[in-house]
């Protein structure tokens, strides 16, 4: 991290945290009194195996600030932090360590020295976060930390899992599914749906040659050209019409939709339908599977068979059917009983008997056409192939390491998501979604899609699946606990890892050995497991946990609505058939100011700490909750745009705090003052009371925190600028305006302590009195009490918020005709008729007092029009003269730097027509501004 120069807001920041942490704030604030009780927030834990990024901090900024209001509405709402441990993220990065390559390296390594190193590394950056996260000012209890490869949070995975598997919501299955050839583990459909991406391929046309009729060719289309050796059929539509035409080399069969793309000149000899076609034999491409006399069900291998799948939008209208690499084609073989030939292993590569290209990887990651282009001269060099085709389509990828990923068919444990979608879909109806469009939209779509959950992955460091099988009888033994494996096994069991548990082996009654089916679980599973997890439920908290399921409040990224959200919800429907969570904030996506992906290569953002550093956290909190990433849409980050936070809100504000510790009394806090401007501003604050509460209760951010931007606007540029004169020592009403604004700046501290905590905190401690807590975020939110406060002061129709409206809009078009007049501010006009309808309410009288000073007219008149009388008669012209004169003089002062009180010379030029006026009253000028002034 480069040095950043930190700034004074920093700075003061930074002084804050100290007074945090030394009074103990945060664990008062979750000691104290709570009327309401608690509110239950889950922490979604993040990998530990990086630096926190901006997606990291949006999800720590919200996760801050609903607890922190919360906790001001009478709640105690205790933050655990957890750490995710598992899963191919750290695996990677312990295999990139160890310089490993494939996975067979980590089995010639030692699987227990792996999960060990693994063990070691997960928390490489944990410090890191332990500063970066309190420092944004997330308040979180990282001390103790639940982690997801600690015992107890393992055990309870355990638990979770027994509880599906005796609902029978657990079964193993051979089917075909998505893996990825590096990682040589079987995917999820979630994990599948991240990864896709639009790649170059090459798709063929295949000659199929018909035994019985040589020089007759089926014409099959593929996209991957290296199924092709594990070809075992082919598929047509039943009720598809299908014709034979003359090609150069014979003849061809294909759909007649299709002969104007595939062969569009060619002459049609003859027309019959998909079941017709059923029960030919073609002659195999290769000869590696069909030779095979030993193979099962070789006598139904290379033949045409009838399926549903076939369309004829694209292709041939025949498909390729390779049983061991697509799903289509995998129901068609355990149908038909056809011969299952795998011909590739599962890390990726063509298998032995495959002579022609044993050994090759079928996708090489840096060239995955490569093999594909070896297929192709094959069938070209054996007249097989009609045509060839550039195309782009879109393909999965392991979303870790980038591999292509292959369909594949193999063994996989599975949670029925399907038997359950039913209640998920009921239960997915009490959740509130902030933005609400998630929860029909990508949720809801999602869930209604949802198939079974492969949960079943064949790699080391996780949670494992925790089934033991008999070697003899296959009969199974499924462990809810670590002292049901002890009471099966005899053996201690202190650490549920797969090193560890994989040597527990046992007697089973048939005289056989039980061990463990291998697979490790999927770390979704433990991730949706987190309730329980943490808690180490049911073997401790049991009573606690009735009181903590579900949360009320859940915030992640727009990433895991697939993913996080959606497996929390599987498992709270399938062990309480109840959602886990009430209410959740999803937040969209950071990207570097010009919308490209934030890259660290690219260097296109700045590191988030140095934009703590140079404009505070509080800016940073504030540009984000404000920004559209609180509707889960993308954000281009601007550091500009925190920097007119820090400008506008924080420094404007800063202003108004000093202005008011400048002329700070004993005054208390006080609501009762009947000027217009005080009435006016306390409306206004009960406003952004209102507003910002509905934004909360709602659970939209944006909404809460926007109006406190016009709201210190309103504050700054129209109470006090209107209101500075009123301050000063002496004046008729200095108390009540004292008492007012201290009334604003302590309300308002309140209403941005969840947003802007060490501003509020700043705030505070200025305008807090006697009696008051010694934090912000031991105060109470102004709502409740505000309301009935307003409305007793004002009455239910009070007209000051549109009335000081239409005074504001009536100096601006006056302001607009002087302009157009080409009359300057400072030369005071005689007067201003403004309409009546415009200005009603009680306070008129204070408004047209405004109006006057405002636009600089000796009077308003109240009539039915609008009119600015820009007669500048010359007396007029003399006072404006003289206010040019008085200005002059002030600047000279300004310009050398002179206090107040400090008696200064100066001389000045005025213009000819102006110097006998401004001669005869210089004395009185010289008064009002404390100089001797000469006319040159
Ligand atoms: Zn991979
Ligand atoms: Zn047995």
Not at 785 to 799: I, M
């Amino acid at each position: 991290m480069k040095e950043v120069s930190k700034s004074e807001t920093a700075k003061r920041e930074e002084n804050i945290l100290a007074f945090w942490k030394e009074r103990k704030i945060f664990e008062k604030s979750l000691q104290k009194d709570a009327p309401k009780g608690e509110y239950v927030f889950y922490d979604g834990p993040p990998f530990a195996t990086g630096l926190p990024h901006y997606g990291h901090l949006v999800a720590s900024v919200i996760k801050d600030v609903v607890p922190r209001y919360w906790t001001m509405r009478g709640y105690r709402v205790p933050r655990v932090w957890g750490w995710d441990c598992h899963g191919l993220p750290i695996e990677n990065i312990v295999e990139k360590e160890l310089g490993f390559k494939h996975k067979k390296e980590i089995k010639e390594y030692g699987i227990a020295k792996f999960n060990e190193f693994c063990r070691s590394r997960v928390l490489t950056y944990a410090s890191e976060w332990e500063k970066i996260i309190p420092r944004i000012g997330r308040w979180a209890d990282m001390e103790h930390a639940y982690r997801t490869m600690d015992k107890p949070f393992m055990e309870s995975v355990w638990w979770v899992f027994k509880q599906l598997y005796d609902k029978g919501l657990v079964y193993e299955d051979y089917r075909s599914m998505h893996i990825c050839p590096r990682c040589e583990t079987t995917l999820s459909q979630q994990e599948v749906s991240e990864g896709y991406k639009d790649v170059k391929d090459i798709s063929v046309t295949v000659k199929f040659e018909l035994v019985d009729e040589p020089g007759t060719y089926f014409l099959a289309w593929t996209t991957t050209p290296w199924t092709l050796p594990g070809n075992v059929a082919l598929a047509v539509g039943a009720e598809v019409t299908y014709v034979k035409v003359k090609i150069p080399e014979g003849f061809a069969w294909l759909a007649k939709d299709r002969v104007v793309t595939i062969v569009p000149e060619a002459e049609i000899l003859e027309e019959r339908k998909g079941q017709e076609l059923a029960g030919i034999k073609y002659k195999p491409l290769f000869d590696y599977y069909a030779k095979d006399e030993s193979l099962k069900n070789r006598e139904n291998g290379w033949k045409v068979y009838t399926a549903d799948f076939i369309t004829t939008e694209a292709g041939t209208g025949i498909a390729h059917e390779a049983p061991a690499f697509g799903s289509d084609d995998w129901e068609l073989a355990k149908k038909e009983s056809l011969p299952f030939v795998q011909h590739v292993n599962m890390d990726g590569t063509f298998k032995k008997e495959v002579t022609d290209f044993s050994g090759r990887d079928v996708k090489p990651i840096d060239d995955p056409q490569a093999t594909d282009v070896l297929i192709i001269k094959y069938l070209a060099h054996n007249g097989l192939l009609l045509s060839k085709e550039k195309i782009e389509h879109s393909y999965p990828h392991c979303w870790r390491c980038d591999t292509p990923l292959l369909n594949y068919a193999t063994s996989s444990w599975f949670v029925s998501v399907t038997k359950l979608k039913e209640n998920l879909l009921e239960n997915a109806k009490n959740i509130n979604w902030s933005p609400a469009h998630i929860k029909e939209g990508r949720f809801g779509d999602w869930l209604s899609g949802a198939r079974d959950w492969s949960i079943s992955r064949q790699r080391f460091w996780a949670s494992v699946i925790p089934i033991w099988r008999c070697e003899k009888c296959k009969k199974l033994k499924v462990f809810g606990s670590a002292a049901e494996l002890e009471e099966a096994s005899g053996k201690k069991v202190n650490d549920l890892h797969k090193h560890i548990v994989d040597e527990i082996s046992f007697a089973c009654a048939c005289g056989g050995v039980m061990k463990r089916v291998p697979d490790v679980l999927d770390t979704w599973f433990d991730s949706g497991s987190m309730p329980y997890g943490e808690r180490h439920y049911p073997f401790e908290n049991t009573e606690k946990f009735k009181r903590v399921f579900p949360a009320q409040f859940i915030a992640e990224g727009l990433d895991q609505t697939r993913a996080w959200f959606y497996y929390l919800h599987v498992l709270a429907g399938a062990l309480f058939n109840r959602n886990a969570f009430q209410n959740v904030i999803v937040n969209g996506i950071v990207l570097a100011e010009d919308g490209k992906k934030m890259s660290k290569k690219l260097n296109n953002y700045p590191d988030p700490m140095e934009v703590v550093d140079r404009y505070g956290a509080d800016a940073l909190r504030f540009y984000l909750l404000a920004s559209p990433v609180m509707q889960a849409e993308n954000l281009s980050f601007s550091e500009k745009g925190v920097n007119e936070v820090a400008r506008k809100n924080i420094g404007r504000l800063g202003n108004v705090l000093a202005f008011y510790q400048m002329y700070a009394d004993d005054t208390k806090r006080g609501t009762a003052s009947t000027h217009v401007l005080d009435r006016w501003i306390l409306a206004r604050l009960g406003q952004l009371v209102r507003e910002s509460t509905r934004g909360f209760e709602k659970y939209q951010l944006d909404t809460a925190t926007r109006p406190i931007v016009l709201f210190i606007d309103d504050l700054s540029v129209w109470y006090l600028r209107r209101s500075r004169e009123r301050f000063k020592e002496g004046g008729d009403d200095a108390e009540a305006a004292r008492a007012t604004l201290r009334h604003v700046l302590y309300t308002l501290s309140l209403i941005v302590a969840p947003s802007m905590p060490f501003f509020a905190e700043h705030l505070f401690q200025s305008a807090k009195e006697e009696g008051d807590p010694e934090s912000v975020h031991l105060a109470e939110w102004p709502a409740s009490a505000q309301k009935g406060f307003f409305a007793q002061l004002f009455g239910k129709k009070d007209s000051i918020l549109s009335d000081m409206a239409n005074a504001r809009a009536i100096v601006t078009q006056a302001l607009e005709a002087r302009d157009k007049a080409g009359i300057k501010v400072r030369q005071p006009l005689q007067k201003l008729t403004v309409n009546s309808k415009q200005l009603t309410g009680k306070g008129r009288e204070g408004l047209l007092q405004l109006i006057k000073d405002e636009v600089n007219v000796k009077e308003v008149e109240v009539r039915n029009s609008f009119a600015l009388d820009t007669n500048i008669t010359p007396k007029l012209r003399e006072e404006g003269a003289v206010r040019d004169a008085v200005r002059l003089v002030q600047d000279a002062r300004k310009a050398a730097r002179m206090r107040p009180g400090e008696h200064g010379e100066v001389s000045i030029t005025v213009s000819q027509e102006d110097r006998l006026v401004i001669g005869q009253r210089l004395e009185a000028i010289g008064k009002q501004t404390n100089t001797t002034i000469s006319l040159l």
